[in-house]
């Protein structure tokens, strides 16, 4: 295999349904990596054909894996990597845009239409339409309550409408109105019974009841700068909400009872609140922080528990993973814990010792050697020596 396979610009990240593994889409190809461990990132599979991903995601830990190629940005490719084997394929009529699962439903977004596949008859989707100037990049989040495995969607293009479907009897099941500026992210809590939102300024992010379109809470990410906001996702046990943007910044946000909420007071003294459910002014800061090194790149976050301990883990284009530690207690700023490339590249600086060898691995060394060499890249010349040096070689 060329040394050059396994590089690629990564042009999409995400998790599978319950934060167990990472699927990265590249220029070159896609690869899933386990998120079992903080201290090894392990690569579960890999695949370089030399064709860009759109999208790709795994479906919970199981072997299938769902593809959209840019050479065929209309085919929804199903495909088997234990088997390595396409299981099935579905050809529309324009772009896809956007892919999600849970255990009943794959659903794609396309310009103006839904399609809802059902596993047991994949080949006979239901397609629902809509006004496809309200949802111009195919936004959506899924359900993974399999009972009511309902859909949400930005449902104006002017303000923050909200339309809750339900993908089992396929029929519209609540409109909620979120914000008053267009919908630039949203997403379910694993249980299914709430919907954080939040809006093209990225100042508040909201939490609501899905069964009644009741405003649970509202947390106030910032005041003066408006932001993109790129992800958002709950943990687990739904007690946190992590949100990324283009910022450095990662925010914690922490679903606390509304009484224990001391800002409230200072914050409608200011008079800053806005009333879309009359009486609910639940405000916070951020629970917690995570700096990212840099900022401009898009990220998607999660927090997951690995060995009854809670971590932040941030993916981004930039070709990195970064890991921090959550304290669910005290929150704060969180500590840095490690981070791990997704693209293939090693920038790594030449050891000045075998100790320091052993330490970062040896294989990732001589593939980052021959890499540079590859691609004729100044530091070749000194990484050659130290190998050289220390008796390791191709």
């Known amino acids: 295999m060329d040394e050059s396979s396994n590089l690629g610009t ?92 849970n255990r009943m439903r794959i659903v794609t977004s396309l310009e103006g239409t839904f399609w809802i596949h059902q596993f047991s008859n994949f080949l006979q989707p239901k397609p629902f339409s809509y006004n496809p100037t309200w949802n111009p990049q195919g936004l959506f989040a899924l359900s993974n309550n399999t009972e009511k495995s309902y859909l949400a969607y930005p449902a104006s293009n002017t303000t923050g409408e909200i339309q809750i479907f339900d993908t089992v009897n396929m029929c519209p099941e609540l409109w909620i109105t979120a914000h008053e500026t267009p919908i630039a992210a949203l997403i379910f809590n694993s249980s299914g019974n709430m919907l954080a939102t939040a809006s093209t300024k990225g100042t508040r992010i909201r939490v609501f009841d899905v069964e009644n379109g009741k405003k649970l809470f509202e947390f106030i990410r910032g005041l003066k700068r408006y932001v993109s906001i790129s992800s958002m996702t709950f943990s687990e046990n739904s007690q946190f909400l992590c949100v990324s943007s283009e910022t450095e910044t990662v925010h914690v946000f922490k679903l606390s009872n509304p009484s224990e909420n001391t800002e409230q007071g200072w914050l409608s003294y200011l008079g800053i609140g806005e009333q879309y459910s009359p009486g609910c002014f639940l405000y916070s800061r951020a629970f917690a922080i995570a700096r990212l090194p840099n900022a401009g790149a898009k990220t998607i976050c999660t927090i997951t528990s690995i060995q009854h301990i809670l971590y932040i883990l941030v993916a981004s284009t930039n070709g990195y993973l970064y890991i921090y530690n959550l304290e669910p207690n005290t929150g704060g700023e969180c500590r840095f814990f490690k981070q791990y490339r997704i693209d293939g590249m090693f920038y790594l600086s030449v050891p000045r010792s075998t100790i320091s060898l052993r330490k970062l691995g040896c294989d990732d060394i001589i593939n980052h050697y021959y890499y540079c060499v590859q691609y004729n890249n100044k530091e070749y010349s000194a990484w050659g020596s130290f190998l050289t040096r220390h008796g390791y070689g191709k």
């Open 10 to 101: 990564v042009f999409y990240t995400t998790c599978n349904q319950d934060s167990t593994s990472l699927a990265v889409g590249t220029n070159v190809g896609y690869k899933l990596f386990s998120l079992k461990s903080v201290h090894k990132l392990s690569k579960i599979y890999e695949q370089n054909d030399n064709e860009a991903i759109e999208i790709v995601e795994q479906y919970y830990s199981s072997y299938l894996v769902v593809r959209v190629y840019s050479s065929s940005p209309n085919t929804l490719s199903c495909w088997n990597y234990d088997k390595k084997s396409e299981m099935c394929k579905y050809i529309y009529r324009s772009k896809i845009l956007a892919v999600k699962m």
